[in-house]
């Protein structure tokens, strides 16, 4: 359950910078999750309510924003996403390719991220 590390991790950053803007309660963290990442949101939140009792993100919303994992064809330039499954044929070795021109040099252009990107405080 790598959530928890996220969670801990987090919430060091989150002390850090609410001791340097000498905020004493957060009340909303705002989280980019790649879906590379493999996180499950249900489990991050429930690591975050348990994890923060005790400290100024305790009762904190925490909003998850989800990046789906996107790709650019390197053969033709195409961008696409694993969002619909059904987009991404099977190149000529059996593997993922692009769904246009069925190249398999694929660069991944999202779905790594893994941020805090605000926070809220008083």
């Known amino acids: 359950m790598h959530e928890l590390t996220i969670v801990r991790n987090l919430l060091r950053i989150v002390e850090e910078k609410a001791r ?6 957060i009340t909303g963290i705002r989280l980019v ?37 996107e790709f650019q064809c390197n053969n033709c330039g195409h961008h696409f996403s694993l969002s619909s499954r059904k987009e991404i044929s099977s190149g000529e070795e059996g593997g993922m ?18 941020y805090l990107e605000s926070m809220e405080g008083e």
Not at 20 to 25: D, L, M, P, T
Not at 99 to 105: D, N, Y
């Open 20 to 25: 340097v803007y000498g905020v004493k309660q």
């Open 33 to 69: 999750v790649g879906e590379l990442n493999l996180v499950v949101p249900e489990t991050l939140h429930f690591c975050f309510e348990v994890a923060s009792r005790g400290t100024v993100a305790q009762g904190a919303t925490l909003e998850i924003k989800e990046v789906p994992l």
């Open 97 to 114: 390719g692009c769904p246009h021109c069925h190249g398999q040099e694929l660069e991944i252009r999202a779905g790594r991220e893994l």
